[in-house]
């Protein structure tokens, strides 16, 4: 015999609740329920698209069972819903059935009011409304997944429908376990140090946000070594940076246990340049920091190589211009009296103090004896016979630079012997 009620929606046994949801409830009896309704259907559902009841998840469908619906008039011969997002309502005999919110509710916090309306065999009505919240879900991989340290990992969240996807309107943003952040619904990182990271990623709209964690290790391991040297000089030793001369920059000197390195990424510490970030799969590289006349000086230049392995290995230097004089002097093996040319332009040795032509130079000379000159080229004599060291300085608006180099300057050359007087001894004089 069915079960004759004397009132509807109240919730001692439990009992559906009008506006509430019915999470996994049963109903043995619903004459306990206190309530205003004597006779007739009592309408109630549960809803579940998870492991648990009343859990619903974005994309996925919802699966609604109205069994729990009873009458006092007989068997509930119809079930109408109204999903509460807008689409058209639904009518069947069968007490179960599902459905997919694939755009959301409407609602605060991505709610929709779900309506159930049962019809008995004697034609009676009854409605009944909960409310359905849609949980935001987020699901997220890594590639690879036994990372190494140095090797660039690749976080990518779900693209499943159901969880958050960009296609869903969501946006990203990603702990990254080592005090780093990023966004976006793909991020890549590179660790460097080996351990345990606990990733977080977090997806949000204006419905609300949600997160989800996951602990990985990054093991140790030998890895790869990034190394350069720079040098713009031909006959100084490495390094040696001259402003307004290309910077030559060799990472041949890195090396990786794990494969040969495929490419080499540079930054070269000079965002007023256009060719400031070069690429290439040739280990040398070359920068004209022309920017040095501003002021920007001293620059911070990076190496970031990729072996092929994937592994990656970084290393910065700071480089700053140095001044490098040069000078020649002319002749060679003056005497005491002559007069010796000193030329500290250099123009022409590659890499040294004078080229560009529009660097602000200044020469000054020491010449080694309690004398001094000033200018690119000068001249002087030696008024005595010995050694000279001479000390040219330049000075630029980065600083000075010394060179010197010792002159020998010998005795004046014999005087040749008279011709045409007498002996002293007499003798008449020697003819040539």
Not at 152 to 163: A, E, H, I, K
Not at 229 to 256: H, I, K, Q, R, W
Not at 279 to 301: C, R
């Amino acid at each position: 015999m069915p079960i004759a009620p004397n009132i509807l929606h109240g919730g001692t046994v439990p009992c559906p609740q009008q506006g509430g949801g019915l999470l996994n409830a049963v109903i043995p009896t619903v004459s306990a329920c206190p309530g205003v309704v004597t006779n007739g259907p009592l309408a109630a559902f549960t809803y579940d698209s998870c492991m648990v009841h009343g859990c619903a998840v974005l994309g996925f469908p919802v699966s609604f069972n109205a069994t729990w619906s009873v009458s006092t008039n007989g068997a509930i011969v119809l079930y109408t819903w109204n999903f509460g997002d807008g689409s058209p309502q639904v009518q069947t005999t069968n007490p179960t059935t599902a459905y997919n919110y694939m755009s959301g509710c409407p609602g605060a916090s991505n709610s929709c009011n779900v309506t159930l309306t049962v019809k008995d065999f004697a034609g009676m009505t009854d409605t009944i409304v909960q409310k359905l919240t849609l949980l935001i879900v987020p699901q997220f991989t890594f590639q690879p997944m036994s990372p190494r340290v140095g090797q660039l990992v690749t976080f990518q969240s779900s693209t499943v429908q159901g969880y958050c996807t960009a296609a869903n309107n969501f946006s990203f943003s990603w702990s990254l376990g080592d005090d780093t952040t990023a966004s976006g619904a793909v991020v890549s990182h590179v660790y460097n140090k080996a351990g345990f990271y606990r990733v977080v990623t977090t997806c949000y709209n204006s419905s609300g946000s949600s997160q989800v964690s996951e602990t990985f290790h990054a093991a140790s391991s030998p890895g790869p070594l990034a190394a350069f040297t720079y040098d713009s000089c031909e006959d100084l030793p490495t390094p040696c940076m001259v402003p307004g001369f290309p910077a030559n920059f060799n990472a041949s000197f890195s090396s990786s246990p794990n494969g040969p390195i495929v490419l080499y990424m540079w930054n070269f510490g000079d965002p007023s340049s256009s060719s400031n970030q070069f690429n290439s799969t040739n280990p040398s590289a070359a920068h004209d920091y022309l920017s040095y006349q501003n002021g920007s000086a001293p620059w911070n230049v990076t190496l970031t190589f990729e072996d092929s392995s994937g592994l990656f290995a970084t290393i910065s230097q700071m480089v700053s211009p140095e001044v490098y004089p040069k000078f020649t002097f002319q002749p060679l093996s003056p005497s005491s009296g002559d007069t010796v040319i000193f030329n500290g332009s250099a123009t022409s040795f590659s890499g040294l103090i004078g080229s560009p032509s529009n660097t602000t130079k200044g020469y000054s000379w020491n010449f080694g004896d309690g004398t001094s000159g000033s200018g690119a080229l000068v001249s002087h004599v030696f008024s005595a016979t010995g050694l000279y060291r001479i000390v040219l300085t330049v000075s630029t608006a980065y600083g000075l630079g010394e060179a010197s180099k010792t002159v020998s300057v010998g005795a004046d050359p014999p005087a040749a012997p008279s011709v045409g007087g007498g002996g002293g001894d007499g003798r008449p004089p020697f003819r040539v």
